[in-house]
């Protein structure tokens, strides 16, 4: 019996992991340590060395960075079946973001050596470079968004993404977005003020319902249409 049949089970929601051939899944679950992490707790900080490659199995965590004066902006919310953390690994470079749990975790980790030896093999090789690719292209629609897109297209915009994962591109939209109003303004690097005042506006057309710690999309329609 495979003990680690549960946890690639859980993981394989995942589009990225799921791609993987099951012996890939296997090899990448078996060689992992497990790493807990309960709520506001870092896996690792900006600047530190590189500490290899991560997948999360149950809770969420954020990356994020923090300027001089305190202010936070959230990059992504990670969850169930993200794997994150290859860049600094294969570049060696020091992390570039804090990722810290919002939610109790468990999450697994493949070591630098052991993730350097897996990139021998070219199906996983293949694979790390499609995700490098989905996450620079969540890079470059996020500079799209804060570049030219009106603050309400931003906030619309984010909302798919986030109804498909933020880091996941579920082929299925999610009706229920798991983020606190807080927590999207720092998503958008905008104040709590203007995200209520436009989130109350764009209930009001009937695309989203804003419930206690999270916002409910009605109409995915509706959203689309505040597409500038």
Same mark, same amino acid.
């Given at each position: 019996?495979?003990?680690?049949?549960?946890?690639?089970? #859980?993981?394989?929601?995942?589009?990225? !992991?799921?791609?993987?051939?099951?012996?890939?899944?296997?090899?990448?679950?078996?060689?992992?340590?497990?790493?807990?992490?309960?709520?506001?707790?870092?896996? !690792?900080?900006?600047?530190?060395?590189?500490?290899?490659?991560?997948?999360?199995?149950?809770?969420?965590? #954020?990356?994020?960075?923090?300027?001089?004066?305190? #202010?936070?902006?959230?990059?992504?919310?990670?969850?169930?079946?993200?794997?994150?953390?290859?860049?600094?690994?294969?570049?060696?470079?020091?992390?570039?973001?804090?990722?810290?749990?919002?939610?109790?975790?468990?999450?697994?980790?493949?070591?630098?050596?052991?993730?350097?030896? !897996?990139?021998?093999?070219?199906?996983?090789?293949?694979?790390?470079?499609?995700?490098?690719?989905?996450?620079?292209?969540?890079?470059?629609?996020?500079?799209?968004?804060?570049?030219?897109?009106?603050?309400?297209?931003?906030?619309?915009?984010?909302?798919?993404?986030?109804?498909?994962?933020?880091?996941?591109?579920?082929?299925?939209?999610?009706?229920?977005?798991?983020?606190?109003?807080?927590?999207?303004?720092?998503?958008?690097?905008?104040?709590?003020?203007?995200?209520?005042?436009?989130? #109350?506006?764009?209930?009001?057309?009937?695309?989203?319902?804003?419930?206690?710690?999270?916002?409910?999309?009605?109409?995915?329609?509706?959203?689309?249409?505040?597409?500038?």
């Amino acid at each position: 019996m495979d003990l680690n049949a549960p946890l690639i089970e #859980k993981m394989s929601g995942n589009p990225w !992991f799921q791609s993987l051939p099951m012996a890939e899944r296997q090899n990448l679950v078996g060689n992992s340590t497990q790493v807990r992490l309960a709520v506001g707790e870092s896996l !690792f900080r900006r600047g530190d060395p590189p500490a290899g490659f991560f997948g999360i199995v149950d809770g969420r965590l #954020k990356a994020s960075s923090v300027r001089s004066d305190g #202010k936070e902006g959230i990059l992504v919310i990670l969850e169930q079946g993200n794997w994150f953390g290859q860049m600094s690994t294969i570049t060696g470079w020091p992390s570039a973001f804090d990722v810290t749990a919002v939610e109790a975790a468990l999450v697994l980790k493949l070591s630098p050596e052991a993730f350097n030896a !897996f990139m021998q093999n070219a199906v996983f090789a293949r694979a790390i470079a499609v995700l490098l690719c989905q996450h620079t292209s969540l890079l470059y629609q996020m500079l799209e968004d804060a570049t030219l897109h009106s603050t309400r297209t931003r906030i619309a915009r984010r909302l798919m993404r986030l109804a498909r994962g933020d880091a996941t591109l579920a082929a299925e939209h999610r009706a229920k977005i798991p983020v606190s109003q807080d927590t999207l303004a720092m998503m958008l690097g905008i104040s709590r003020q203007t995200l209520a005042l436009e989130l #109350k506006a764009m209930a009001a057309q009937g695309a989203v319902a804003l419930r206690y710690g999270h916002v409910e999309i009605v109409s995915m329609d509706v959203l689309m249409s505040f597409d500038d």
